[in-house]
């Protein structure tokens, strides 16, 4: 079966590092994506790892690690605009490029 | 640039009436095309996919379809609703592989339609 494990919620504090882990099993796989999504609205793309180790970008890093089946999205200096629903999503397939998406972690910053 | 266009915004639909949702890509050509559902509080569920025109596959036995009819269209539909079709309803789209990194490495939504069925 496919199974990817993230999760539900986090809470950190304005200012501070988060770090939201993401397991996965699944028959294939092309690459594990990050993305965003505000309530009410559409996910965006936050980040691409597909070969093992870190991904930086601003204040958001990804790590991935093939073997073990698991990555996570770090966030530093957190603002309370963080606060928003974190998907984990693995592509198993190059042709058809479809994404399996976890449950999604929902994060809320506080002052 | 890419944009992805979808409509309605936001529907309410009685239980039994028919559903279409409208989906059009504009700057890219020959997308991949996914239709996503996720409930409250919940992740995104894969419905179908298609990677071109008249290319439709189902990912979860529903009573739901869709259809390709042009390259940058894609189109949901149900017959009758039921309760449980209600949702906020995801179009999606990405590069085929062999196209840019950029537009396969990452998928792109739509804003999506939230749909209430009463």
């Known amino acids: 079966g496919q199974n990817i494990d993230q999760p539900t919620e986090m ?17 294939g796989f092309n690459g594990l994506f990050w993305y965003q999504q505000h309530a009410g609205e559409a996910p965006t793309f936050l980040s691409y790892n597909v070969l093992d180790g870190l991904e930086e970008k601003g204040r958001f890093s990804s790590f991935l690690s093939r073997s073990k089946g698991y ?5 530093k200096e957190l603002q309370m605009k963080d606060s928003a629903s974190y998907l984990c999503a693995v592509r198993g397939s190059s ?16 002052p | 640039s890419q944009t992805i266009h979808q409509w309605p915004a ?4 009685p239980v039994g009436s028919p559903l279409s949702l409208e989906c059009t890509v504009e700057g ?5 095309l996914y239709w996503y559902r996720q409930a409250a509080g919940r992740g995104l569920q894969l419905l179908f996919y298609s990677v071109g025109i008249g290319q439709i596959s189902s990912e979860v036995p529903q009573n739901l379809s869709a259809s390709r009819p042009q390259d940058r269209q894609f189109i949901l539909s149900s017959k009758k609703l039921l309760l449980s079709d209600s949702g906020f ?6 590069g085929q592989l062999g196209t840019s990194p950029l537009s396969y490495n990452e998928q792109f939504f739509g804003p999506g339609t939230r749909l209430t069925v009463l």
Request: a positive charge; charged letters at 5%; aromatic letters at 10%.
């Open chain 1, 71 to 75: 990555s996570y999205l770090l966030l």
């Open chain 1, 11 to 27: 809470t950190a504090t304005e200012g501070a590092i988060v770090q939201i882990n993401c397991t996965y099993q699944t028959s």
């Open chain 2, 89 to 94: 309803y995801l179009c999606a789209w990405s």
């Open chain 1, 95 to 110: 042709n058809t490029g479809k994404l399996i998406f976890g449950q999604g972690t929902t994060l809320q910053v506080k």
């Open chain 2, 10 to 13: 936001t529907l309410v639909q």
């Open chain 2, 28 to 32: 890219t050509s020959n997308p991949n």
